[in-house]
Nanobody, 125 residues
Framework: QVQLVESGGGLVQAGDSLRLSCAAS????????MGWFRQAPGKEREFVAAITWSGGSTYYTDSVKGRFTISRDNIKNTVYLQMNNLKPEDTAIYYC??????????????????WGQGTQVTVSP
């Protein structure tokens, strides 16, 4: 089992920044690709960003490219999502997720093995 706990969400204004954290515990974290997803009210969960187990490669959905940055610290067993220039359309519950060991990142949520409980991000106009 891998336990994932997100933190760092909150209520901000458009143009502000937030940094989300996802702390992992349990089984090995450092050999797992990690992803961030989000779900807005009335919408399906969507891919935001992902990172390889080494941190050497990152992937983003088009709407956040240039504004969001995913990173990880395998010593602290934590993955981060730095969100800059936030927009009202970024309002959602943000979830981190872990893939099976030694697999590549993917935007397909069905291929992630473990999920956190989510953290709310609300961006006011």
């Amino acid at each position: 089992q891998v336990q994932l706990v997100e933190s760092g969400g909150g209520l901000v204004q458009a143009g502000d920044s937030l940094r989300l954290s996802c702390a992992a515990s349990g089984r090995t974290f450092s050999n797992r690709a990690m992803g961030w997803f989000r779900q807005a009210p009335g919408k399906e969960r969507e891919f935001v960003a992902a990172i390889t187990w080494s941190g050497g490669s990152t992937y983003y959905t088009d709407s956040v490219k240039g504004r969001f940055t995913i990173s990880r610290d395998n010593i602290k067993n934590t993955v981060y999502l730095q969100m800059n220039n936030l927009k009202p359309e970024d309002t959602a519950i943000y979830y981190c997720a872990a893939r099976r060991p030694l697999t590549i990142p993917t935007s397909n949520s069905d291929q992630y093995e473990y999920w956190g409980q989510g953290t709310q991000v609300t961006v006011s106009p």
